[in-house]
């Protein structure tokens, strides 16, 4: 399949006719085009869900959001920065790499393209969640990861923080699974997207209707479902792993639907990491270095109390 085929599948080649840069890029799947295809996704997902944030907001603010907010998106930058620097060749370059010299399982079995990226997607996403479940059971990691946690409060700017050590270790554990897999480009495309798009959005500050959580829950991660994962509450940060589809939390038994003490009277972040002083950028950078990594221990799963 083409990227013209791809995008005209998806209802976005009339939008990209607008855009001489991504009227290209339906031409030939470069590895620009592939970054200005991800860039459009994610800024017009930040600012849906920023705007929705402000519109109908789930919590009140702890803290100060622009403080927040520049040492979040200053983490953001550093890490996009690295990236770039550090990785040359983008994980759609290894899954063309990997088609062209039949590198990979996907590649090995010749399954029907259809079949090929929805199994590429969903197992890309069962190797995120063991990824996640990882950086939380591993002590070195979890001190990495800890900078995720140690977010004061949970809005769309969270789900982007993480610390530069972790996304590169990250960009390795993708690269060496799409390697393994060699799955079709067009599944990595569209599994970078739904994995960055899905993070902004269940880290988003949004009031989503209880009737509407209820069912969206059962395909998508949720905000309500993610924001317990991020309490201060131990048995509730070893809990609802995923990033996209919830159904590895249920399988696994890491799945908890609802916080204590509820959404608005939960705490969000750790319990060594409750002053704005602790979390500064400069301290954030440091933190897997010098911060206390609590009592966060793997074996506090997160299944519901019986």
């Not at 001489?20 to 592939?34: C, P, Q, R, Y």
């Not at 803290?63 to 759609?92: C, E, H, Y």
């Not at 067009?186 to 997207?193: K, N």
């Amino acid at each position: 399949m083409h990227t013209k085929e791809f995008l005209t599948t998806l209802g976005l080649l009339p939008i990209c006719g607008s855009f001489s840069f991504l009227k290209k890029a339906t031409d030939n799947l470069t590895t620009i085009s592939e970054t200005q295809i991800r860039f459009l996704f994610f800024f017009c997902i930040l600012l849906l869900i920023a705007i929705w944030e402000f519109a109908s907001p789930r919590r009140k603010p702890a803290v100060s959001k622009a403080t927040r907010w520049f040492n979040n998106m200053g983490i953001i930058f550093i890490d996009t920065l690295l990236v770039k620097f550090l990785f040359p060749v983008t994980a759609i370059g290894i899954a063309a790499a990997a088609h062209k010299n039949g590198w990979g399982l996907f590649n090995y079995f010749q399954l029907p393209l259809g079949l090929s990226v929805a199994l590429s997607v969903l197992v890309l996403d069962l190797i995120i969640y063991l990824q996640h479940l990882m950086f939380h059971a591993v002590p070195v990691f979890w001190r990495l990861h800890m900078v995720h946690h140690a977010d004061l409060d949970f809005d769309v700017s969270t789900g982007l923080r993480f610390h530069p050590i972790e996304i590169i270790l990250s960009m390795l554990i993708k690269m060496a699974a799409v390697a393994f897999l060699g799955p079709p480009v067009h599944a990595i495309l569209i599994f970078e997207i739904a994995l960055n798009g899905t993070s902004m959005f269940n880290h988003g500050n949004i009031n989503l209707p209880k009737s509407i959580d209820r069912y969206l829950r059962l395909l998508l991660v949720t905000p309500d479902m993610h924001r317990v994962h991020h309490s201060v509450i131990i048995r509730e940060t070893n809990s609802n792993f995923g990033f996209n589809f919830p159904w590895w939390d249920r399988l696994f038994g890491t799945y908890r639907a609802q916080p204590v003490a509820g959404h608005i009277g939960m705490t969000i972040g750790l319990s060594q990491f409750r002053k704005e002083k602790q979390v500064t950028l400069a301290r954030l950078l440091l933190l897997p270095f010098t911060g206390e990594t609590g009592r966060y221990s793997i074996k506090y799963v997160g299944k519901e109390p019986k």
